[in-house]
């Protein structure tokens, strides 16, 4: 178990670009999610897959923003035009299948910053 | 939608002392689940605890217990014989029934508390 592994760790990028980040799940998690965490905030859903199958958007996933699980194992997480207000840490989360209260194991996340 | 508060922005205890962190939440289901997570500084997201609503027996994991009132949606945490590694950002969140209708199947977390631990 080597835990959830993201990509980058940090990213700096102008207003306007496109940026995309990566996220490995522990290998045996089927769920996988993607939360944004703010300043002084905690962690906001953004989306959530099973499988390669994406469940649930929440209404803080404007159409700038794409995420893909094309084979189930790794997913990413497209943010084009990128705003100011993109400025965040981006965390993802993975957990096992069945049982409804398995813990969501997080990865260290990946913190923006749009210049 | 469900929300989860937690009222104390910051909280300090001495070391080796027991401080009890409080979360509230608003719900119209009757089957959830409630978790602890800490977060130290620059460091991951890690599992504290963790409560289904349908267990009436408080979660206790070592030094760490729970207090659940479900009438009162009260979800405190109680850390006992506080340790420095203990010092992080200790956020409560929910999760409720996948087709309920309430919302997303991720968590709703707090905004979060910060524990200093005074040596």
């Known amino acids: 178990d080597t835990g959830v592994s993201q990509d980058p760790r940090h990213k700096i990028t102008k207003r306007g670009q496109n940026v995309t980040f990566r996220c490995d799940p522990i290998?045996?998690?089927?769920?996988l999610y993607w939360y944004r965490q703010t300043l002084g905030q905690g962690p906001e859903f953004l989306t959530y897959f099973q499988n390669e199958a994406q469940l649930e958007k929440s209404r803080l996933l404007s159409d700038r923003f794409s995420a893909e699980r094309p084979k189930g194992s790794f997913s990413t997480l497209e943010i084009q035009r990128t705003e100011q207000g993109d400025s965040a840490m981006y965390l993802c989360?993975?957990?096992?299948?069945?049982?409804?209260?398995?813990?969501?194991?997080f990865g260290d996340g990946t913190r923006l910053s749009i210049l | 939608a469900q929300t989860v508060t937690q009222s104390q922005p910051e909280m300090s205890v001495q070391e080796a002392e027991t401080v009890t962190l409080s979360c509230t939440y608003d719900?119209?289901?009757?089957?959830?689940?409630l978790f602890w997570y800490k977060q130290p500084p620059s460091r991951q997201m890690i599992l504290v605890i963790r409560?289904?609503?349908?267990?009436?027996q408080n979660a206790t994991e070592n030094r760490f217990s729970v207090n659940f009132q479900k009438a009162a949606k009260s979800f405190s945490l109680k850390i006992s014989d506080s340790q420095l590694g203990d010092a992080a950002m200790y956020f409560c969140a929910y999760r409720g029934r996948r087709y309920s209708g309430g919302g997303a199947d991720g968590l709703t977390f707090g905004k979060g508390t910060h524990l200093i631990i005074q040596p």
């Open positions: 409560q289904e609503a349908y267990k009436q």
């Open positions: 290998s045996e998690h089927n769920r």
């Open positions: 719900t119209s289901e009757s089957d959830y689940y």
């Open positions: 989360a993975s957990s096992a299948e069945g049982i409804r209260n398995q813990p969501q194991h």
